[in-house]
Nanobody, 121 residues
């Protein structure tokens, strides 16, 4: 069992930066891949970035490549999402998730409550 709590969201001007944090509780944090998703009202939750538990390899959705950086600190049971060059279209609620690779697909079983990011133009 893993509990996830996000923080670090807020209001920033376009071109600014934020760093989201996701603190996990549970002894098996380092066994899960960690990811960030985002979801605007009335839309589906969308994948943003992922970091694997073993190699630390990362993957990003095209729209954030070069601007966002996902990282994890297994000693602190925390995953981060550094966001630079923010755009108004990045405005939404960001969710942290923990999952395992099952049959070649990541199954995200655990979710945080979300943190709001608002980018003003």
């Amino acid at each position: 069992q893993v509990q996830l709590v996000e923080s670090g969201g807020g209001l920033v001007q376009a071109g600014g930066s934020l760093r989201l944090s996701c603190a996990a509780s549970g002894r098996t944090f380092s066994s899960y891949a960690m990811a960030w998703f985002r979801q605007a009202p009335g839309t589906e939750r969308v994948f943003v970035a992922r970091v694997s538990w073993s190699s630390g390899s990362t993957r990003y959705v095209d729209s954030v490549k070069g601007r966002f950086t996902i990282s994890r600190d297994n000693a602190k049971s925390t995953v981060y999402l550094g966001m630079n060059s923010l755009k108004p279209e990045d405005t939404t609620v960001y969710y942290c998730a923990a999952g395992a690779l099952v049959g070649g697909i990541y199954d995200y079983k655990y979710w945080g409550q979300g943190t709001q990011v608002t980018v003003s133009s």
